[in-house]
């Protein structure tokens, strides 16, 4: 790893291949390579508040080599929509974008997922090129070529696929993320971590523990991490249908006690990253019931987890029956043939050992054995298990 420098992998999605650019405070940098696309336009698909925190000197380079035209609205799940679309690629037209024109995705996942349905929508497809500013973004939803937005039902109802020129990052842009962001961010990695690389979990503790989450070190290696796992699970499988199943680790009951909490609290509720950290501690207990993980391995989880700051028990104020109806619902049911009693889910015979096949390493799990788990995860139970206690510092906790 080269810390301040400037990096560069290849990210291979199945057949679609592309470049990701990383370094720290290389703005400049991006723009040289965007610069280099020769486009007659740079289309920027951003929100307000990324903006206003980091767009004027990154756009300023940027228009050394084209104009730039502004696509902003004001942050939030809102701006994906198909209102805004509409209005972002009316506005397009009316300023002149040609086909030669590039689709600059800046900003979080929302103005990512944006800005690509709209590259793959402007005269049938022009070139798209990220530059991400949250971790998810930086490490999840740009390693994707899925673009979308909601439709007034739900979340990325009208979509498609669409391969972007490049994924460029300048880790410094996301040091201005709140701690609780980064937290969810090292708490997918932590989930790459268990289920793919534990060769790297040595590494993950010390970072956790030493608790400097915006030092442009942890950050990057934050990114690396992610960058091998999603490469690592996703070279074969684009549309995330088969072996990248493993990237759903801790996401069936995660997913759950997700959308559960934010019924009950809203925005101030329990992050995504959360959720799936105690999506993991399930899972974990899950493996062992199916004689997968030992207690060992259901220990580490433990320990990762507590060490985040993530919670250990059901959140209070869940109620099982709540959450198992969205267990039951969960999506991946269509990845397996299912009884009405059972469930998918990515399960562990040891760190790095999916229990499924490796085409697929969706399991089917008994309702009733994920229901035993979690009413022995009930905050008014349980004892932590294991019981020592569990690393503290000031930056990973609230
Ligand atoms: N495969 C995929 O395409 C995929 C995968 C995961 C998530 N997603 C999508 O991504 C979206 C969520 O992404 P998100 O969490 O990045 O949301 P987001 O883009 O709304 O960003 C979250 C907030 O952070 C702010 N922000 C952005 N960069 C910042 C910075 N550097 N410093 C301070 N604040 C900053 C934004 O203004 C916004 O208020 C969802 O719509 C989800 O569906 C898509
Ligand atoms: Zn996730």
Not at 230 to 257: C, I, N, R, W
Not at 321 to 344: C, F, S, W
């Amino acid at each position: 790893m080269n810390e301040t420098g400037w990096n560069v992998r290849n990210v291979a999605l199945g057949s679609a291949k592309y470049p990701y650019y990383y370094g720290y405070d290389c703005a400049d940098r991006i723009a040289h390579v965007l610069g280099s696309y020769d486009a007659d336009r740079f289309l920027v698909v951003t929100d307000d508040t990324v903006l206003q925190t980091h767009g004027e000197g990154f756009l300023r380079e940027l228009a050394r080599s084209a104009p730039v035209e502004i696509l902003s609205r004001p942050a939030g799940e809102e701006m994906k929509s198909l209102v805004t679309l509409e209005a972002h690629l009316e506005q397009a037209v009316r300023a002149g974008a040609s086909r030669r024109s590039v689709v600059v995705a800046f900003g979080g996942g929302v103005p990512g997922n944006l800005g690509g349905l709209l590259a793959a929508l402007l005269f049938r497809g022009v070139r798209l090129a990220h530059v991400p500013t949250t971790t998810v973004a930086a490490m999840d939803s740009t390693l994707s070529l899925k673009q979308a937005v909601n439709s007034r039902q739900g979340k990325n109802h009208f979509g498609t696929y669409h391969r972007p020129e490049a994924i460029l990052t300048d880790v410094q842009f996301l040091q201005t993320l709140p701690a609780r962001e980064l937290r969810s961010g090292l708490s997918e990695a932590t989930k790459n971590c268990l289920a793919i690389r534990p060769r790297s979990i040595p590494e993950l503790r010390d970072r956790i523990t030493q608790g400097q989450l915006h030092s442009p070190g942890t950050l990057q290696w934050l990114l690396e991490v992610s960058l091998d796992a999603k490469a690592f699970a996703m070279s074969k499988d684009t549309k995330e249908q088969g072996p990248g199943l493993v990237l759903e680790y801790g996401h069936t009951v995660g997913h759950a006690v997700e959308l559960c909490d934010q019924r009950l609290r809203r925005s101030r509720g329990i992050s995504h990253g959360e959720a799936v950290a105690f999506g993991m501690i399930a899972a974990a207990r899950v493996s062992a019931r199916l004689g997968g993980l030992d207690a060992d391995g259901v220990a580490l989880h433990e320990e990762l987890v507590g060490a985040l700051g993530a919670p250990l028990r059901v959140p209070q104020g869940l109620r099982l029956a709540d959450i198992m109806a969205v267990v039951r619902a969960d999506n991946k049911r269509g990845y397996l043939a299912l009884q009405d009693h059972e469930t998918a889910m990515v399960l562990l015979s040891a760190p790095g050992a999916p229990m499924g096949e490796p085409r697929n390493p969706l399991v089917a799990v008994d309702l009733a054995v994920v229901e035993d788990v979690l009413t022995d995860l009930l905050e008014h139970d349980a004892p932590p298990w294991p019981t020592q206690e569990t690393p503290t510092n000031g930056v990973l906790h609230r």
